[in-house]
């Protein structure tokens, strides 16, 4: 069944950090997960962007239910932004295949209110993984239509995509839980993505810390990073 994406308000006005400028509140900040996750994965970022004045908005989108095409609209635009406030400058934070999701929508849609856009471990080439398990019973069951879309083939999603023509920052991990995935994957990786896989043409900054895939997105020097670049514009050394 569809579950409903998580609105969080917060009230409008203006925070101060001792080391940042002032985030106006209305700022809102679109959370999207990976594949064969829910957003429950994005919790930890919630309370760290409501602490710097942002509205969170953290969809909870069917991953494995609906192929690319289908979801960069309904997770991106209809569970996304179409629910920030108005007059809202936008950001968006992504986890794996919800960047590839936040690119294909902007590729083809005009987003007039958009700021910064972070995405944790995303495969912007395209994962090896998938070119190898393909074909591997239960494979799609387990991934889905989206899940056979990010290969490295001509043919995937990734590959499809071109430069990103907005304000960009990739956050890669180089440790690995899953030693069985990594073989498939060119050394550096993450257990899912390589390191060379989440670099695009058109980005910002680019960083490469020690995390994995599955957990990156809860650990405090990534989330850390994330709120710096979303008020900087850039990771910090």
Known sequence: MLMHCRIVAVTVGLVFTA???PVIASDC??????????????NKLIEPLEQ????????????????????STLAVKEMGYDNCNAG?????????????????HL??????????????????????VVDNLRDVP????LNGKAGLQLGTDANS????????????????????????????????DDGKVSVASTKVEG?????????????????KKVIAQVLYYLEHGRFDR
């Open 52 to 71: 710097l004045g942002h509205q969170v908005i953290n969809v909870d989108y069917p991953s494995r239910k609906k192929p690319v095409e289908e979801l």
């Open 19 to 21: 080391l940042s400028h």
């Open 157 to 188: 999603i990734p590959a499809n995509l071109g430069p990103v023509e907005f304000d960009l920052g990739v956050i890669a991990g180089n440790k690995t839980i899953n030693l069985l995935l990594s073989q498939y994957l060119p050394n550096p």
């Open 29 to 42: 900040v679109v959370l999207l997960h990976g594949l064969a996750r829910t957003s429950a994965s994005m």
């Open 138 to 141: 239960g494979f799609k069951l």
């Open 203 to 219: 980005m910002n900054d680019h960083i490469v810390l020690p995390v994995n895939h599955a957990l990156m997105m809860r650990s």
């Open 88 to 104: 809202s400058t936008v950001h968006f934070v992504t986890h794996s295949m919800g960047g590839i999701l936040t690119r294909h």
């Open 107 to 128: 590729e083809r849609n005009e987003l007039p209110q958009l700021g910064r856009v972070v995405m944790m471990a995303p495969p912007n080439q395209g994962s090896e």
